[in-house]
C-alpha cells in the first residue's frame, strides 16, 4: 500500500511537473491573439478531445476564406442553384494551417451540406459548388467580410489571451477572453482599430471597452515550425469580468 501511494504521488508531481506558466513577450501575446480570434469570428463550435468532424472544418474553410480572402469566393452564373463556389485548395490549407489536418476528397464525399453539380464543365474535385440552400455557410454581413471598412453596427468578436500554460509534447494550454466590439463606436483607421484589438490588453484601453462575450480554454500544440495548432477548444462558464492579461 506504501509502495503504492508513493508511486502516485510521484505520478501526481510530474503532472504539476508538466505545467510550466509560459511568459509572453508583446509580440507573441499579440500573434496568439489574431491566432485565436480567427476561430471566434468564424464562429467555430467548441470541441473537446481532439475531435472535430470534417464537416465543421470544411464549414470554418468556408467561413475562414470568406472572411478573410473574400475574393477566394466567387459566382458560378453557369448554375443558378449553385451561385457560389471556393477552390478546395484555398478551404484545405486553412485546415491544415489552424488544425494540422490533411484533407482530401476521400474525406469529404460523404459531407452532405455540398449538393452534386451536374453539367459543371469545371472539375468538381477542384471545387465546391455551394447550393442556395447552404448560401449561410458564407458570411452575408458586410461586418463579417471587413468588420473595419465596412461597420455596420454589428458586433465583431476578438480574442485576448490572459495566461498560457506549457503542457506536455510541446501542447500548451491557453485561456482567453471573447470579447464583442462594437466598431461603430471607434471613430479611428483601421490599423489603430486593429492595434486595439490585438496589441494592448482590454484594460489598458483609454477608450471605450468592449464586453466580454465568454471565456475560453483552447489546448494547441506547436508544430516543428513553430507554429500553433488547434487541438481542444472549449467554454469556460465562470464570470470573467475581472480577468485582464497577467
Not at 484555398?90 to 451540406?113: E, H, P, Q, R, S
Request: charged share 30%; hydrophobic share 35%.
Amino acid at each position: 500500500m506504501r509502495r503504492l501511494f508513493v508511486v502516485l504521488l510521484l505520478l501526481s508531481l510530474s503532472l504539476f511537473a508538466g505545467e510550466k506558466k509560459v511568459k509572453l513577450d508583446s509580440k507573441a501575446w499579440s500573434k496568439l491573439n489574431v491566432f485565436l480570434s480567427n476561430f471566434s469570428e468564424a464562429a467555430l463550435p467548441f470541441f473537446e478531445g481532439g475531435y472535430i468532424s470534417n464537416y465543421e472544418l470544411i464549414k470554418f474553410g468556408i467561413h475562414h476564406n470568406a472572411i478573410n480572402y473574400p475574393k477566394e469566393i466567387k459566382s458560378n452564373p453557369k448554375n443558378e442553384t449553385h451561385s457560389k463556389k471556393i477552390s478546395k485548395k484555398a478551404i484545405y490549407k486553412a485546415v491544415d494551417k489552424y488544425f494540422g489536418k490533411k484533407l482530401t476528397n476521400k474525406d469529404d464525399d460523404k459531407i452532405l451540406i455540398f449538393s452534386e453539380v451536374l453539367g459543371e464543365s469545371e472539375n468538381k474535385q477542384e471545387f465546391y459548388f455551394i447550393p442556395e440552400k447552404d448560401s449561410y455557410l458564407i458570411p452575408n454581413v458586410p461586418v463579417q467580410i471587413d468588420p473595419v471598412t465596412s461597420p455596420t453596427g454589428e458586433s465583431y468578436q476578438f480574442v485576448q489571451i490572459i495566461k498560457m500554460v506549457e503542457l506536455l509534447n510541446s501542447n500548451y494550454k491557453i485561456i482567453a477572453n471573447v470579447y464583442s466590439i462594437n466598431l461603430d463606436s471607434y471613430d479611428m483607421p483601421k490599423k489603430a482599430i486593429n492595434n486595439l484589438m490585438f496589441n494592448i490588453a482590454v484594460d489598458k484601453w483609454t477608450t471605450e471597452k468592449p464586453s466580454i462575450n465568454k471565456k475560453i480554454e483552447a489546448i494547441v500544440k506547436k508544430d516543428k515550425s513553430g507554429l500553433y495548432k488547434l487541438i481542444n477548444y472549449k467554454e469556460i462558464k465562470e464570470n470573467t469580468d475581472s480577468e485582464v492579461k497577467e
